[in-house]
């Protein structure tokens, strides 16, 4: 095994997603060969080669700094689930 | 207007119609938004359609100039627009409302197109089925018992049923042309920052791509025109070297065509194959040379690919998180509401792509995993460099096979991330991607892969327009054959 179920808790606290001991135990399994699957490219001899940054020649895009109109405020909070006063509302960041 | 027949009819063909005075923008709108709504075999090519807002698009295209003014278009889902709503596939994003349009799509605004409403996607673009939508699976028209491809399977089964003259689609490993390939249309992948991808939510910021999905490779080279430059608001995207054009020559004198080992081994359907060779030997025929190359790292890059692109998805969809926009599931503490949201907001294939992405690059495996990827990349790019010194087009197949059944792979997600193994490479390597229908096994859809260095767009385009001609495919599916002269289908 690749992959334990501690693992599989630990990744989804880092990833922020809620899963249950039963959730554990069959994303251990999946991953598990999905993993396998990938690990092969350990087969391949990769000393000195470089890793690809980008797929293009790209280099040095800079953008004049200059003011441009954004976002106005109701926009921005249009698609928000909870406004209170006009502001993004979240539940207490410590329980 | 004497109803028009929409079964078959392309962008070209819609085109005609409008400046023939046949038909008006909004009478051709309503006709496809009726057909649509009939969906009479429950294709399921959109996740929403408005005629409100398809009504004053074509409105605003009566008056607009241009040759396309007026021509109705699908818009995959995964491209923000403003008068619609986008989803991606995903309950997370249900009812979201973006208050901007891509940038690809303000383009075909631009030009007078008139979106009939949002095609249906795999999640986030992530499937090779359409199997994973929050909004339900699509169907193949030519068979509603198999899938279309994924992720554009809306897109492509819109264009295949004639529920849209055209669409336009995304490719992040395939998800332009497989499933143009298993349903019988053209679609192409452009080069790497080709068509700016503001407005596109993010899947794999390093190898998403938007493109046309068309029935003919001439509308293909259009939709390319309409959307292709350089973006500021995307600082990766170049815009194409030169203006697109394709060369119609009924002959490929001179021609090399490379065909890798890898891409017709036994990974592919021997009935797939036998359709290539039968393409090879009319492009020979036509005065096309094949030459043998060989992509040595190809195999590697289905592996390449599920940790690069899981890993980049994992950072982009962090955004969704119940604060700014979509679903909330309500909870007394901050992280709690975060893990709720995300666990019923997400499918099981997002989570697990995300739970890949997340171990990817977590302390102690990033360099394991997702930098040693990038470095298999390098190699599949050099594979290709080199492989361009012997050849001018790489071709094979799309999909190792025709459409599967609907379930048949969805218990297993390595068989179904093997659906892109022709395709991967391509993405990962920037290059631009095409396929077209070639050939019929056991009455579906083969699709023809043509691959060109990066920028080489028109030679992609025509050498498919020679081949498209030799091929003679009829687009439209046997089934809806008779059914589309009645009006029906």
Redesign the interface.
């Known amino acids: 095994m690749t992959?334990s179920a501690d693992?599989?808790r630990h990744?989804?606290r880092?990833?922020?997603?809620?899963?249950t001991d039963d959730d554990a135990t069959r994303?251990t399994g999946?991953?598990d060969?999905?993993?396998d699957?990938?690990?092969?490219?350990?087969?391949?001899d990769?000393e000195g080669?470089?890793?690809?940054?980008?797929?293009?020649d790209?280099h040095g895009?800079h953008?004049a700094d200059e003011p441009h109109e954004c976002?106005d405020h109701d926009?921005?909070i249009?698609?928000?689930?909870?406004v209170t006063d006009g502001q993004?509302s979240?539940?207490?960041?410590?329980? | 207007m004497s109803a028009p027949d929409l079964t078959a009819l392309d962008a070209a063909g819609a085109a005609k119609l409008l400046a023939g005075g046949e038909a008006t923008a909004v009478e051709l709108a309503e006709a496809y938004l009726e057909r649509i709504a009939a969906d009479s075999d429950g294709i399921n090519a959109y996740i929403h359609v408005d005629a409100a807002a398809t009504g004053a698009q074509a409105e605003a295209a009566s008056d607009a100039s241009g040759p396309w003014a007026g021509v109705p278009i699908a818009t995959k889902d995964l491209l923000s627009t403003s008068d619609m709503p986008t989803t991606c596939g995903s309950r997370i994003l249900e009812g979201?409302?973006p208050?901007y349009d891509a940038t690809a799509v303000a383009a075909c605004r631009q030009a007078g197109l008139v979106s009939l409403g949002k095609a249906n996607m795999d999640e986030f673009a992530m499937g090779s089925s359409n199997e994973t939508s929050y909004f339900g699976p699509v169907r193949n028209p030519w068979d509603p018992s198999r899938v279309p491809g994924g992720s554009s399977g809306g897109s492509a089964a819109a264009v295949a049923a004639g529920h849209a003259p055209w669409a336009l689609g995304s490719d992040t490993g395939g998800s332009i042309r497989q499933p143009a390939a298993l349903c019988g249309i053209v679609g192409l992948k452009p080069?790497?920052?080709a068509v700016s991808r503001f407005g596109l939510v993010a899947f794999a910021s390093?190898l998403d791509q938007v493109g046309p999905m068309t029935r003919t490779v001439d509308d293909c080279a259009v939709l390319l025109s309409i959307i292709a430059g350089r973006d500021?608001r995307d600082?990766?995207s170049?815009g194409l070297h030169e203006p697109v054009e394709v060369t119609r020559s009924e002959r490929l004198d001179g021609v090399r065509l490379g065909l890798p080992r890898q891409f017709m081994d036994e990974g592919i359907d021997p009935q797939v194959r036998e359709v290539i060779d039968a393409n090879l030997r009319q492009a020979v025929e036509l005065g096309a040379a094949v030459v043998d190359i060989d992509l040595p790292?190809a195999e590697?890059a289905?592996?390449?690919y599920?940790?690069i692109a899981p890993a980049e998805a994992?950072a982009n969809l962090?955004r969704f998180?119940?604060?700014?926009?979509?679903?909330?599931v309500?909870?007394?503490?901050?992280?709690?509401?975060?893990?709720?949201t995300?666990?019923e907001g997400?499918g099981p294939e997002v989570?697990?792509r995300?739970?890949?992405g997340?171990?990817a690059l977590?302390s102690g495996y990033y360099d394991?995993?997702y930098?040693?990827?990038?470095?298999?990349?390098?190699?599949i790019?050099e594979d290709f460099r080199r492989a361009f010194e012997r050849c001018d087009v790489i071709v094979g197949p799309t999909s190792p096979s025709v459409a599967f059944g609907v379930g048949e792979r969805m218990d297993d997600?390595?068989a179904m991330y093997a659906s892109d193994i022709c395709t991967i490479p391509v993405n990962?390597?920037?290059l631009p991607g095409m396929s077209i229908p070639s050939g019929l096994v056991d009455g579906l859809p083969v699709g023809f892969q043509l691959i060109g260095p990066?920028f080489s767009e028109n030679r992609l385009l025509s050498t498919a327009w020679t081949l498209e001609q030799a091929f003679g495919f009829d687009t439209v599916p046997e089934r809806l054959r008779t059914a589309g002269a009645a009006g029906a289908g």
Do not use: C, W
């Not at chain 2, 930098?371 to 190699?379: D, H, Y």
């Open positions: 992959i693992d599989v990744v989804a880092l990833a922020r997603l809620h899963i994303i999946e991953l060969r999905i993993l699957h990938v690990g092969r490219i350990a087969e391949l990769l080669v470089e890793p690809t940054t980008h797929v293009l790209l895009v953008a976002l926009e921005a249009a698609n928000a689930p909870r993004f979240v539940p207490r960041m410590q329980s | 979201f409302r208050v080069t790497y920052g390093s500021p600082a990766t170049t790292h590697y289905l592996s390449a599920y940790l994992s962090a998180d119940g604060v700014r926009y979509g679903l909330r309500d909870a007394d503490d901050i992280t709690s509401m975060y893990e709720q995300r666990a997400f989570q697990r995300i739970m890949i997340t171990y977590s394991a995993f930098g040693q990827a990038q470095k298999v990349r390098t190699l790019a997600p390595l990962l390597a920037g990066a």
